[in-house]
């Protein structure tokens, strides 16, 4: 059983900060390609962060660079998202996704296709307000 596990979200002043968790099993994590993407309620989905099966490509949309860490562990077949220095304007559902691995993937446009992804996470709220 294919299973995609989002946690750590949470409410969250303005500056502050959290770490999104995503545990997965019933399929190979380290040949795939794992992303972040987030949603406001009625808007588009948005590619947050990702990264390939080995970790070293990664992918961040311009608006969280300087602010989130994208990491995984292949031993332990996690995701985790470090989120620093929130703003209001990060608060949505954060959702994790995974992508069967290829060369680049997290540069193509492939990378930005919901299609492209297998396995999906129920998703996390994250709601960062004063």
């Known amino acids: 059983e294919i299973q995609v596990v989002e946690s750590g979200g949470g409410l969250v002043q303005p500056g502050g900060s959290l770490r999104l968790s995503c545990e997965t099993s019933?399929?190979?994590?380290?040949?795939?390609?794992m992303s972040w993407v987030r949603q406001v309620s009625g808007e588009r989905l948005e590619w947050v962060s990702g990264?390939?099966?080995?970790?070293?490509?990664?992918s961040y949309v311009d608006s969280v660079k300087g602010r989130f860490t994208i990491s995984r562990d292949n031993a332990k077949n996690t995701l985790s998202l470090q989120m620093n220095s929130l703003k209001p304007e990060d608060t949505a559902v954060y959702y994790c996704?995974?992508?069967?691995?290829?060369?680049?993937?997290?540069?193509?446009?492939?990378?930005?296709?919901?299609?492209?992804?297998?396995?999906w996470g129920q998703g996390t709220q994250v709601t960062v307000s004063s």
């Open positions: 990264l390939n099966g080995g970790g070293g490509m990664i």
């Open positions: 996704a995974a992508a069967p691995d290829r060369i680049g993937f997290v540069y193509s446009r492939s990378y930005y296709q919901e299609s492209a992804y297998d396995f």
């Open positions: 019933g399929f190979i994590f380290s040949a795939y390609a």
